[in-house]
Nanobody, 123 residues
């Protein structure tokens, strides 16, 4: 079992930045692809970004490309999501996920999920 704990969410003005962190409980994290997803009220959970186990490959949703950066530190069992130029439409609960898969935007490929951290962007 892998436990994932997100942190770093909060309230920020439009144009601001936040960095989310997701700490994993096990060393097997270093073998797992990691993803960030988000869910706004009344909407389905959607893909945001993913990174391969080595960090060599990254993928982004079109809506965040050029503004968000996913990275990982396997020595610290942690994955990050740097979010810049935030917009009100980025407001959502953000979840990290881990899976023994290639990095993918497919939600079903991820086996473990965190509890989420709230990001609110005011206009």
């Amino acid at each position: 079992q892998v436990q994932l704990v997100e942190s770093g969410g909060g309230l920020v003005q439009a144009g601001g930045s936040l960095r989310l962190s997701c700490a994993a409980s096990r060393r097997t994290f270093s073998s797992a692809a990691m993803g960030w997803f988000r869910q706004a009220p009344g909407k389905e959970r959607e893909f945001v970004a993913a990174i391969s186990w080595s960090g060599g490959s990254t993928y982004y949703a079109d809506s965040v490309k050029g503004r968000f950066t996913i990275s990982r530190d396997n020595a610290k069992n942690t994955v990050y999501l740097q979010m810049n130029s935030l917009k009100p439409e980025d407001t959502a609960e953000y979840y990290c996920a881990a899976g023994l898969t290639i990095a993918t935007m497919q939600r079903k490929k991820y086996d473990y999920w965190g509890q989420g951290t709230q990001v609110t962007v005011s206009s």
